[in-house]
T-cell receptor
């Protein structure tokens, strides 16, 4: 069965501090890996996907196939990064983790 | 419209009532997905359409849940004889790709409360 684990329910950091959101997955085959974000009062939206190898809003995500992890990182968190973040591997459909709430304090 | 549109935004139902939730995907998007998001949880897959064909309904929790997309555009998720455990946000997403994800465009959701 597909499973996605985001062990931290809440991450609270100060502005300018690094932030890392962990994601471990168990998935048959070779899924595509995504991070989705939901800002307050906004709809769920794509943040980044592994295949693009892009840095979006200063975030990067490292895929470790051996550990089946896809952790999301940002070296200097900003207040506007406060949101819910979901890790989501996908075959023909997305499988979401439980989400991590990030709170960036001034 | 520019994005995925869902209606109604909020629905309150008495236990045992039937409800119908509507999703208008982005024009031209082939794939359409329904997810259920309970409070404090991540979205969980319900069902997937490619055009009018329902290719995967493995996530529908019971036979009270039914989804259709008869003309390959608008989709309706119907829940019969609603129960309290059906209370959740129901999300619709659409994608241009015809082979499943990447699912990139989500609607704002319908929040269903069953009393």
């Amino acid at each position: 069965a597909q499973r996605v684990t985001q062990p931290e329910k809440l991450l609270s950091v100060f502005k300018g501090a690094p932030v890392e959101l962990k994601c471990n997955y168990s998935y048959s085959g070779s899924p595509e890996l995504f991070w989705y974000v939901q800002y307050s009062r906004q709809r769920l939206q794509l943040l980044l996907r592994h295949i693009s190898r892009e840095s979006i809003k200063g975030f990067t995500a490292d895929l470790n196939k051996g550990e089946t992890s896809f952790h999301l990182k940002k070296p200097f968190a900003q207040e506007e990064d406060s949101a819910m973040y979901y890790c989501a591997p996908a075959g023909n459909k997305l499988t979401f983790g439980g989400g991590t709430r990030v709170l960036v304090k001034p | 419209g520019a994005g995925v549109s869902q209606s109604p935004r909020y629905k309150v139902a008495k236990r045992g009532q039937d409800v119908a939730l509507r999703c208008d995907p982005i024009s031209g998007h082939v794939s359409l997905f329904w997810y259920q998001q309970a409070l404090g949880q991540g979205p969980e897959f319900l069902t997937y359409f490619q055009n009018e064909a329902q290719l995967d309904k493995s996530g529908l929790p019971s036979d009270r849940f039914f989804a259709e997309r008869p003309e390959g555009s608008v989709s309706t998720l119907k829940i019969q004889r609603t129960q309290q455990e059906d209370s959740a946000v129901y999300l619709c997403a659409s994608s241009l790709a015809g082979q499943g994800p990447p699912v990139e465009y989500f609607g704002a959701g319908t929040r269903l409360s069953v009393l």
